[in-house]
């Protein structure tokens, strides 16, 4: 049984109650939160034995019962979170962005792998019914090599947190989006481009046009200016050589009809938190690479990077090497 | 009351209907336009003399081998040209000159000189010009609806994908190292059974080009704004007929446009494989006060039966005027002496954008769109 230990969980309780029942192999024994309300709730929920405000003050007959932790840390501690457990000889599951920067992720994988832990970057969209269908006829053949891959997300708008930078705020609205087209593409985009929408700060509506070896691309629109109230939307089309994929809200929309027709999005689930912590309970016990690994978390934090680059810019950039240029 | 009710019918010359007939034919039908000849330069190919005669036969109308003899004789009013691409333009300011009205198929040409020689002559010649186009679909003129209702606020970014599920022969790494190179006439020739011929003609031309004008078209229709500044990129990914001659068979462009609006465009004929219906065309708005997915083949009336062929497309659209409204729009602008729903400068600022993001393709670079000062 891996014993699992949940870091700055934060509002997460009834994901990790939802999932609880459909994790197989893993136990969660220690939560980890500077609100030690939201500590002790999440432990009672789980059946945690041990609560702590932050991982440091972990009792170490805890720690040392501990085999690995998952990671929810804000961005700016992600890190430095990560290198602590790996240290104290910990697998770790951290959420996306891995770091601020390409220097710091892999500082973290380095850490990890000079203690011989597993570190899994989680990334939930990875683990949701749309691109889990598409990457899965992507790898059994059917739809041939990647050409073109166009993703829309489109959320609700939220107001900002005034301690986060506008660097963050942007890294946070496509981050994941980003990985996604990587991932479906194995590679690094070898040409970025990112313009900002009109009349909307670039955290709220980011365009970014990506190219990939052997002519693949990718067209990725994130925007968070939908009205507060509304529903997000997605979609995510691949189109391969040999055929294509189409996951579209709009297809997987239903109507009400009362004094005015409106489209009742059909939710995908939310099993999607499970199985992305199954993903790494499974790779720390079969101790294989899991998906969503180190190296996958520092590609996309360095596009993303990049494609700030660009949108400051107003200029494209291109992979040279090991790193990219504005041309 | 519709133009249909109106003045007696334009009698029409058919200029060159090489390729798929359906900008000749949707004329036609409409009440107010009446064939009277089909004509052609008589250097032209056997292969195009037999389609011109064919198309003549079924309208039982002479075919001369002479176009200026044919005005000259027919006294035609209008010229419907859908020759190869590389002559539209030529056929278009000779039209012109003859004082004829004009509708031309797509592409407007595979040169920007040539565009703006068929602006000179429509304008000097005070006749009106028509782009064939598909902005009277019903989801088409649903979204413009919708944006002039104000109900998305300030527009901020529109993306149109136009993806068209037709095969283009045999795919990609089919050709050994030893057998010649896929000939684009011959192979475009072969493909007018399947209709599939829009790119028919000496010079090789990409789906952006063949097919480039009807997204861009779209976005011109619902924004009204020109695209300033293009990055693109471009490949051969589905068929080895476009690898062997160098041209695209899918695009992805970023497009900079008038008042700081932003618009993407991804493109490509992608297979039939690749999609149950004629492709997948979609375009999503995003305004300043909501946003809008509208899929472009709607409505549909969706019919499956035992032993349906896999090339039948399960989709078959339906409340389809586009080709009425596009011929009644024509008659109206003649009539009233107005512009066309596409006309020649507008149609040139669209050729202009496809060149731009084919030189962007190749180079990898932004680039400016060369737009009429």
């Known amino acids: 049984m891996i014993r699992l230990a949940l870091i700055d969980v934060g509002g997460r309780c009834s994901d990790y109650c939802a999932a609880l029942p459909h994790l197989h192999g893993a136990t969660i024994t220690s939560v980890v939160d500077a609100d030690s309300t939201i500590a002790d709730k999440v432990a009672a929920q789980v059946g945690a034995q041990t609560t702590a405000h932050s991982w440091v003050e972990l009792p170490a007959a805890a720690v040392q019962s501990i085999d690995a932790v998952v990671v929810h840390s804000p961005l700016p501690r992600r890190q430095e979170i990560v290198c602590q457990a790996a240290a104290a000889g910990k697998h770790v599951l951290v959420d996306t962005p891995l770091a601020e920067s390409s220097e710091a992720a892999q500082g973290a994988i380095e850490a990890c792998t000079s203690a011989s832990v597993h570190l899994m970057v989680g990334q939930p969209m990875r683990f949701m019914p749309y691109q889990r269908t598409i990457r899965e006829s992507l790898e059994a053949g059917k739809l041939g090599t990647a050409g073109l891959v166009r993703l829309h997300h489109w959320h609700p708008e939220k107001s900002e947190s005034i301690d986060r930078s506008t660097s963050q705020a942007v890294m946070d609205l496509a981050v994941h989006e980003v990985d996604i087209a990587c991932w479906l593409f194995e590679a690094f985009p070898n040409f970025v481009y990112a313009r900002s929408l009109s009349g909307i700060t670039p955290q709220q509506g980011l365009q970014l046009h990506l190219g990939f070896p052997a002519g693949g691309m990718a067209l990725i629109d994130c925007t968070r200016s939908l009205p507060a109230n509304s529903d997000p939307y997605y979609s995510l089309t691949l189109i391969g050589s040999t055929g294509a994929a189409y996951a579209d809200d709009h297809r997987n929309t239903n109507l009400l009809l009362r004094s005015d027709c409106v489209g009742l999005k059909v939710s995908q689930g939310h099993d999607y938190f499970a199985r992305q912590l199954q993903e790494f309970v499974d790779a720390v016990k079969h101790d294989r690479t899991p998906n969503g690994t180190g190296e996958d978390g520092k590609r996309a934090i360095a596009v993303m990077l990049t494609a700030i680059e660009s949108l400051q810019s107003r200029r494209a950039a291109k992979r040279v090497g090991d790193r990219y240029v504005l041309c | ?373």
Request: glycine share 6%.
């Open chain 2, 1 to 373: 009351m519709c133009s249909a009710e109106l003045g007696n019918p334009f009698r029409v010359a058919v200029l060159s209907v090489v390729k798929h007939s359906y900008v000749a034919r949707a004329m036609i039908s409409h009440g107010r336009f009446e064939p009277v000849v089909v004509a052609d330069d008589a250097n032209q190919p056997d292969w195009v003399h037999r389609r011109n005669q064919e198309f003549a036969d079924e309208f039982q109308i002479p075919y001369l081998r002479n176009v200026e003899q044919a005005i000259d004789q027919y006294q035609p009013e209008i010229a419907v040209i859908s020759s190869a691409a590389e002559r539209h333009c030529d056929l278009s300011v000779r039209a012109a000159n003859a004082n004829l009205h004009v509708v031309q198929d797509k592409p407007m040409s595979t040169q920007l000189s040539e565009c703006d020689r068929v602006i000179e002559a429509v304008e000097r010649n005070d006749v009106r010009f028509m782009m064939w186009n598909r902005n009277c679909l019903p989801a088409i003129l649903q979204a413009q609806e919708v944006v002039r209702s104000g109900r998305l606020g300030n527009l901020q970014a529109i993306h149109v994908d136009f993806y068209f599920a037709k095969d283009a022969g045999p795919p990609i790494g089919s050709r050994r190292a030893s057998d010649r190179p896929m000939d684009w006439l011959e192979s475009l020739k072969a493909a007018h059974a399947t209709g599939a011929d829009g790119g028919v003609g000496l010079k090789p031309i990409g789906e952006l080009e063949v097919e480039g004008i009807y997204p861009l078209a779209y976005i011109h229709m619902l924004t009204a704004a020109r695209v300033e500044r293009v990055a693109a990129r471009t490949t051969s990914h589905f068929h080895q007929l476009h690898a062997d001659n160098d041209v695209d068979d899918l695009a992805t462009v970023t497009l900079e446009m008038e008042n700081s609006l932003l618009g993407t465009l991804c493109l490509g004929r992608i297979g039939n494989a690749s999609h149950p219906d004629i492709g997948e065309i979609q375009l999503h708005l995003m305004g300043s006060e909501g946003s809008l997915v509208v899929s472009e083949s709607r409505p549909e009336v969706a019919v499956y039966y035992r032993g349906q062929p896999d090339t039948e497309f399960r989709h078959t659209r339906v409340a389809n005027h586009n080709d009425w409204l596009l011929a009644d729009d024509f008659a109206r602008a003649i009539d009233g002496n107005t512009d066309t729903c596409l006309d020649a400068r507008v149609s040139r600022a669209i050729c202009a954008t496809v060149h731009a993001a084919i030189e962007s393709g190749r180079t990898g670079l932004l680039v400016d769109v060369n737009h009429l000062p």
